[in-house]
């Protein structure tokens, strides 16, 4: 952890692997955005990405091909191409002194991998034996982003979601086919091909990986297995059900959550108003609630319909939105970055 | 009573208020599909509306304004108008003898007017002091007739739901403004006017009619209320989240229930296959589940992701699909004069 300093003026090495992926680019605008001191910021990929021109800072940078050699002197390396190359490549860099912080599943459960929501448990990334941190599942970043303030004080014992997920998380490609595919729903025209396996304009979709041992997608177990993880509580219980909508960006969840100590919708939205990385949109009387479009490109997990829950006394609902591609993903791991060298 | 007969030959007087509607003209075609036994059938609405023309049975049909004479004679009287024109007409129709089924929210929490979803509690429907039957929200129509199996089996304690609702559900002419909103979403226009409130292309809305008292909408209050009618057990419990989606036609709902003794998935999925009006659509290692899409003109609700609740032992999970106009709203209808007239 030598690399880690609160001098202020310290600036740092910064490489980026999956730049030319949606939250690659998202990774190289949030540095930017929240001003995070860089000296350099290597944009790496695959072979085949490699000599591409990517937008950085009102210029440009080039996409050099990963290699081991790319990690040299690097202070933070962020990742976000896919589980294979963070298997790969993560040990490498973290051999190099970087600190990895991984956007991919492939870490996330390793019991020396801290899985960190700054917001939530920024501790436990100061602890990283394999110099490695996982970035959370975009669901279960934001949701966690809004429970955890309510389980610190009255220890959530339950929590029934369902999700309503953007399709920016599958990916640029998908987003392109889910553009084209409006198109065609549009025009009541037959749907193109492309990487979404199914219609999802003017429908609905379930087409994560599946366990079929439990019958659960692997969206749903992550959401089970990695708020025990950051919450440090293995026996909260989770009954997820996700599910993609027809919407580009930012995701919807709907939650009830049963708690160790009955808690009132006033108590919990003074709690929700406090609490960091959060903004609560919630005046029912005046129809104000968010939505998938409120939280584009916003930083912060925004947060509606904070009510007693009719079917649980002394229970909650609520829903959660927020923009997967930034809190879900690039903010969430710079924030982490920020939490660890200029904290 | 007395114009109830089995006698097979037996045509019936129908009539139809609301015509023009959307769920009215689905009652049109229901009526025919199913062959119910017409005698005449009788097209009504506002006076403004009078004079049209509408498809019927390969020919047409000329709306007639609604007057208490139109209901002369009339044994089964299919209301779809809205709920100012129920509680005016309901009881005029009545008095001249005919069933009346109402498709709006005017009469349903009536101590004297059953709620009747055939599959589940026709019995209420045979008493109606004051000759209305009610047909209930399409929301609670799909889920109960997925739930009610299990309930009579295992008796559930309490139901968390989640609705993705299609803008059918809104009239024709949110459907109109929803088409005409994604064209501007598919060519990245600016939203036109129109009924829906807000942007719903590409979006998720929550503009349901609002009771600020308990931070509810009423179609979530819908889902409470007449679901505890419906299956008459005052203690159920229901905490219900509903929510548009950006889909025509065809409600999804995500489902979680709490039992009396526990259930296994495959006990659930035994009992939903046998079930009536229910099609289990569940194939989960090959990625068979039901989606809006599927459902779309059909009078079967579909049934899918039928599986142990993770996040409680015992309990169950599952995913509700139903076309909110067929058996949301005309199929229903139509059931209930077939189980009455025809049974």
Redesign the interface.
């Known amino acids: 952890m030598g690399n880690e300093s609160s001098r202020a003026d310290r600036k740092f090495r910064v490489a980026v692997l999956g730049a030319t992926g949606a939250v690659g680019r998202k990774m190289l605008d949030v540095l930017v955005e929240r001003r995070f001191p860089v000296s350099e910021v290597r944009a790496l990929a695959s072979p085949k990405s490699a000599g591409v021109s990517i937008p950085f800072a009102g210029g440009s940078l080039t996409v050099a091909p990963v290699t081991e050699a790319a990690f040299e002197g690097v202070d933070v390396a962020l990742f976000s191409a896919g589980s294979g190359p963070s298997r790969a490549w993560g040990p490498i860099a973290a051999s190099k002194g970087a600190i990895v912080i991984d956007n991919s599943a492939a870490w996330r459960m390793d019991a020396e991998v801290p899985l960190c929501v700054p917001e939530v448990n920024l501790a436990a990334a100061r602890e990283r034996p394999r110099g490695i941190v996982a970035n959370p599942n975009c669901s279960t970043i934001q949701m966690l982003v809004a429970l955890a303030p309510i389980h610190r004080v009255a220890r959530i014992r ?3 979601v ?1 999700t ?1 997920q953007a399709i920016s998380g599958a990916g640029a490609q998908a987003v392109d086919h889910f ?1 084209a595919q ?2 065609a ?3 009541s025209e037959a749907m193109p091909e492309g990487p979404i396996a ?2 999802l304009a ?6 994560w990986k ?1 366990d ?1 041992s ?3 997608q692997e969206e749903e177990l992550k959401m ?1 297995h990695e708020t025990r993880k950051i919450l440090g509580d293995p026996e909260i ?5 996700t ?1 993609r ?4 960006n930012g995701h ?1 969840e ?1 939650i ?1 959550i049963e708690l160790e100590r009955p808690m009132t ?1 006033s108590e919990a939205r003074a709690i929700l108003e406090k609490a960091p990385g959060l903004r609560v949109m919630d005046d ?2 005046a ?1 104000l ?1 968010p ?3 409120d939280c584009d490109d916003r930083d912060e997990v925004l947060v509606g ?8 006394p002394g ?1 909650l ?1 609520l ?1 959660v939105v927020g923009d997967n591609l930034r809190k879900g993903a690039a903010t969430n791991a710079i924030q982490i970055a920020e939490g660890l060298l200029l904290g």
């Open positions: 339950r929590i029934v369902s309503y553009r409006s198109r729903f549009a025009a199914k219609q003017g429908n609905l979709l379930m087409e599946r079929a439990v019958g659960y089970i219980r989770i009954s997820p059900t599910v909508v027809p919407v580009i919807s709907s009830a919708a029912f009387a129809g609630y939505t998938p479009l319909r904070i009510r007693e829950d009719l079917g649980n229970g609902m829903w």
